[in-house]
């Protein structure tokens, strides 16, 4: 059955660099997200994503961060320049191109750490 | 908020019992979906119910949705070991502007189920 791949599993960076979150969505799916979650913290929306355009992002998806398709399988989110409070789970998700069909796929998650 | 939340927190029971975990939301909906989240890893889709719908089943799970109390259930019938892990549920809010649907998690019910 496909699903929707993340890498890396865990990354630890430094305050202050820059961090890029790797996602391979399932194939056939034309909508993307990206969620993250806090340790003991809701699923919070970061940003969704569709034919190369930013199509809604919340409050917490302020200019440090950055989403691109570079290519025609990876969906990438960029954090510029860490901070403390980002260390979460990172989550992408993504669904099928047929509007109806709503159900989001999420991936395995990237735990990110920033000491 | 949109955001909803499930209760009990934290429910245990004997392997063989039914499990049900309820969640309410705050405004109307297109839809509501159910996740699991094993210790630390992805989300994993279970099951999604649309507004009009009121009840619907997969397999040992039967989610029900009551819009005008604003709350849905899930019912884990003959529950395993294996059944132990989070579980969240997630509108999607009924918002003709946002197409691609960001999805508003609560704070998940911890289901332990004792061999």
């Known amino acids: 059955e496909p699903e929707v791949t993340q890498t890396p599993s865990h990354q630890v960076t430094q305050m202050g660099q820059e961090v890029i979150l790797r996602c391979v969505p399932i194939?056939?799916?034309?909508?993307f997200y990206w969620y993250r979650q806090i340790l003991g913290q809701k699923v919070e929306f970061l940003v969704s994503?569709?034919?190369?355009?930013?199509?809604?992002k919340s409050e917490i998806f302020d200019d440090q961060f950055s989403v691109e398709r570079p290519d025609g399988s990876n969906f990438t989110l960029k954090i510029r320049s860490t901070k403390l409070e980002d260390s979460a789970m990172y989550f992408c998700a993504s669904r099928h191109r047929v509007l109806d069909l709503n159900e989001q796929y999420f991936g395995p998650g990237t735990r990110l750490t920033v000491t | 908020s949109q955001q909803g939340e499930e209760d009990p927190q934290a429910l245990s029971i004997q392997e063989g019992e039914n499990a049900t975990m309820n969640c309410s939301y705050k405004?109307?909906?297109?839809?509501l979906q159910w996740y699991r989240q094993n210790s630390g890893r992805g989300l994993v889709h279970l099951i999604l119910i649309r507004s009009n719908e009121r009840e619907k089943h997969s397999g040992r799970l039967r989610v029900t949705l009551d819009t005008s109390k604003k709350s849905s259930s899930l019912l884990i019938t003959a529950s395993r070991a294996a059944d132990t892990a989070s579980y969240f549920c997630a509108q999607r809010k009924a918002d003709r502007g946002s197409t691609l649907g960001r999805l508003y998690f609560g704070r998940g019910t911890q289901l332990t189920v004792w061999p």
């Open positions: 194939s056939n799916h034309l909508y």
């Open positions: 405004t109307s909906i297109n839809n």
């Open positions: 994503f569709y034919n190369n355009e930013i199509s809604e």
